[in-house]
């Protein structure tokens, strides 16, 4: 009988302890809840709201909320309360300074695997100072993980770009390192005069950074509309033959240049551009090319100089053209990706003749031909505007977005203008996507 007593007693405290756990874990949320009132702490429903279907949805929330570069605040930091939760799991909502998970977390007892860094290398001379950092911005701009600048300039531009590059917020978010161009002694002025100044270094990149495995490069009127995160996912789609990406010179064959003018082996049916280059450096330095100036296979630092002799007076576009050279023998090594990832005037001043885009915007718009700097491509120049003029910590929306989409609707009496909703497609949801990230806290 006692025994039996002994039991009902026990469950009874048993049953009294659930309650009063689950009394205080309605408690703390209130509370929570209250506090979060009080601060005007609106983060739920933003979420909410971004989640949601339809584009005018998640840009109200995103004005309202001012989805912003800046991070959002520590939900804990200004509140004074402690909660604890009976399950030791943080409902969303709820701060739970003092939870045992939370702890953990808060002391390091939970290890987050440190992200690997994005290289990203870019070569400037003369008057592309501007135009570098700007692209550099649209880097920053929308990427997740964090990146690596590897920067080659002439002297004289080193203490402008440490100058701009150290003011930039975020400076968790990237580094940077500076390089003089430099080519081999032997041959460094042909080298430097091939087509524009200091172009052809990109050629010498896996030799100099021999101690980064990967390495996206792009010319200096490159920009970012999409994370430097999605073309740098590309490296896993690599096969076992594969050392670099690029995109075709032309989509189309009729306004082609290669297929019509080239006076040397191009790869593929009307070439490749090398404004973004991906490269796995790493078996660029193993791989032993085929060629035809030998029956040898020669290597990437073996093979530069002979093709340069060989075709320097059949070569209109400089290094671009030696690479065309280099893929057209060893086509098995290129991985190519859509003309979105290289989106330039040629693409939309005869008509639009890169099909993706129309579903999916533009992912990275390269504004060859000058086109940043005239008003021949108003469309272009516009979005190059907008990214320059915008200031870390701005509202994208209201900074970004809004003006670019004014400005692009000034631009319809040129083809490119016309379709001019490519240019602010994909912008818009990567805006929409760091904001989806801040608002869970991200």
Known sequence: MSRRLVQVVLLCLGCGLCSLLYAFSQLALSLEQEAARRQGDSAL????????GGGGAWRAAARSAGCSQREPPERCKNVSVSYWNSYWMLPSDVCGRNCFWEAARRYDFVKKQPLEKMHLAVVACGERLEETVTMLKSAIIFSITPLHFHIFAEDPLHTEFREILDGLAYQGKFNYTLYPISFPA???AEWKKLFKPCASQRLFLPLILKDVDSLLYVDTDILFLRPVDDIWSFLKKFNSTQIAAMAPEHEEPRIGWYNRFARHPYYGKTGINSGVMLMNMTRIRRKH?????TTARLRWEEILMPLLKKYKLNITWGDQDLLNIMFFHNPESLFVFPCQWNYRPDHCIYGSNCQQVDQEGIFILHGNRGVYHDDKQPAFRA?????????????????LLLPLELELQKTQHTYCGRIYKVFTKQLTKSIRDICDRRSKGR
């Open 45 to 52: 429903p933003v979420r909410r709201q971004l989640s949601g």
């Open 383 to 399: 979005v190059y505007d907008a990214i320059r003029n915008y200031s870390f910590g701005d509202d994208l929306v209201h900074a």
């Open 289 to 293: 090319f085929k060629n035809d100036m």
């Open 186 to 188: 032997e041959n460094a």
